[in-house]
């Protein structure tokens, strides 16, 4: 297992909340009770659940009534209602001597980072048009103004990229606000594709059947990493050299890179 390698796996990727909605069985067990078939499952707030458990005497306590967001007796960590992306793609981030095992001890997690189809950028990313009077997909908004472009048909993913480019190219719209609509999704997609800080992108690649995509590098997650080692057979790819260190080298910066505001005259001297 190296840095670049690339894993085709459904994988939930929750966003960060202040919002404590604790799963539960409704006695307060441990959410991994319920799905043992101990309880029955149920929502809490945290407050709620704290005091369901001060109520709960000694005799009748389990080792499973454990305190808010304390680990399980089995290890787990507590079970939470977050809002989540569901990735199909993503790639290995953490450098290769941490996580392969070969040179000394692997570490315990490993750094990821999902990678975006074009597909589901066009299927997620809803846009104000101004020839319409609703929020569309960018995707929904061409099926609707280019029906005979291939887009309406089920593309495998790899596809999507070269139809989607022609479609764009070849579209002449005569109103000008659906002009500008157009002008707006293309613009969008080249600032998205030609990112040099906050994305890295991909070229597709029919020989592994990776379609054309863009590495984000805002949305860092950590996995087991023994979750990687189980799923090895969903390793479709691997970043091959020298890209493989161009990506290493740019996620660096991104992450490491200092804003300072423009000077107004001579400045960095005390």
């Known amino acids: 297992m190296e840095q670049g390698d690339i894993f085709a796996l459904d994988l939930v990727t929750p966003l960060a909340s202040q919002s404590q909605y604790i799963f539960r069985t409704r006695d307060g067990q441990h959410g991994h009770a319920v799905f043992e078939g101990r309880g029955e499952g149920y929502v809490f707030e945290r407050e709620e659940l704290e005091q369901l458990l001060a109520r709960i005497d000694r005799p009748s306590r389990t ?16 079970m939470v209602i977050a809002h989540a992306h569901l990735r199909r793609y993503f790639t290995i981030a953490t450098q290769t001597c941490d996580v392969s095992g070969l040179d000394k001890q692997p570490l315990a997690a490993a750094i990821i980072l999902p990678i975006q189809t074009l597909l589901e ?67 969008l997609l080249k600032k998205m594709l030609q990112s040099k800080t906050s994305v890295y992108y991909l070229r597709e690649n029919d020989a592994f059947g990776l379609p054309e995509s863009i590495i984000d590098f805002t949305a860092a997650y950590t996995v087991h990493r023994d979750i990687l080692i189980e799923n090895t057979t969903s390793r479709v790819a ?33």
Request: net charge positive; proline share 11%.
């Open 63 to 78: 080792e499973n009534h454990t305190p808010p967001f304390a680990l399980a007796p089995n290890g787990d960590p507590e």
């Open 121 to 187: 950028i066009c299927l997620t990313t809803r846009l104000e048009f101004v020839s319409e009077d609703r929020k569309m997909t960018i995707h929904e908004f061409l099926c609707k103004h280019c029906p005979d472009t291939g887009l309406l048909s089920t593309l495998p993913p790899a596809q999507y990229g070269r139809v989607l480019r022609q479609t764009i190219t070849d579209w002449t719209p005569s109103p000008k606000k659906l002009l500008g609509d157009r002008n707006r999704v293309a613009n």
């Open 238 to 270: 691997r970043i091959a050299s020298p890209t493989r260190e161009d990506f290493s080298h740019k996620f660096a910066h991104f992450i490491s890179r200092v804003a300072i505001p423009a000077p107004s005259g001579p400045a960095g001297f005390l």
